[in-house]
């Protein structure tokens, strides 16, 4: 069974830092990997989507990176702003015929002006 | 291009009483789940349809959740009865396929059952 940890559970940094988030997983079989933004009372925002054979996408601020083989990735934001203040989720997409997103607990952020 | 589109967004019940979700997918979006996410976790699977299929319901309480996706487009959920252990978000997503596509997620509902 697949499992998805992400550390630290919250982080608050200054405004302008850079910072890194980490998901790890247990089952190195997987399609790809996604990383969501979730704001309080609302649905997910995909942020990025690695798949499999990748290292790493980017875009704008973000970038995600991927090592299957040791079951980690790493979400870095660059030049932290305040409205980047969210929950983090990282979901491994299971391989097989069991189609399935498994998600973490998620990373609170909070970025203080 | 809309999104995901689910209704109602807050819901508060008595427990024992039923309620129903319902959710619009992404045009062309032939994959349908939906996601139970209780305060602090991430979310879960409940079922996944391909089209009007329900081809992974493994996860849904099916003493008293049901779903169903007529036509292959929008879907509902329903929990009848209601337990206080309901109160959670219920979460709609949808992708082309279901295989390393990208899920996309509506803003969910929010059920309170007191």
């Known amino acids: 069974k697949q499992e998805v940890t992400q550390i630290p559970a919250a982080l608050s940094v200054p405004e302008g830092e850079n910072l890194v988030l980490n998901c790890s997983f247990t089952?190195?079989?997987?399609?790809?990997l996604q990383w969501f933004r979730q704001d309080p009372g609302k649905g997910l925002t995909s942020l990025l989507l690695?798949?499999?054979?990748?290292r790493e996408q980017t875009s704008g601020r973000l970038n995600a990176s991927l090592d299957k083989s040791s079951g980690r990735s790493t979400l870095y934001i660059a030049a932290s702003q305040p409205g980047d203040s969210a929950t983090y989720l990282c979901a491994v997409h299971s391989g097989g015929s069991n189609y399935k997103l498994t998600f973490g607990k998620g990373t609170l952020l909070t970025v203080n002006p | 291009e809309a999104g995901v589109v689910q209704s109602p967004r807050y819901k508060i019940i008595e427990k024992k009483q039923p309620v129903a979700f319902w959710c619009n997918p992404i045009s062309g979006h032939n994959t349908l789940y939906w996601y139970l996410q209780n305060l602090g976790q991430g979310p879960e699977l409940l079922i996944r349809y391909e089209n009007e299929e329900a081809v992974d319901d493994s996860q849904l309480p099916k003493d008293r959740f049901s779903a169903e996706r007529l036509k292959g487009v929008d879907s509902t959920l329903k929990i009848q009865p209601a337990e206080l252990g309901d109160s959670a978000v219920y979460l709609c997503?949808?992708?082309?396929?279901?295989?390393?596509?990208?899920?996309?997620f509506g803003p969910g509902t929010r059920l309170t059952v007191l």
């Open positions: 690695i798949q499999s054979s990748q």
């Open positions: 089952d190195s079989a997987i399609y790809n």
């Open positions: 997503a949808s992708s082309i396929t279901p295989a390393a596509a990208e899920q996309f």
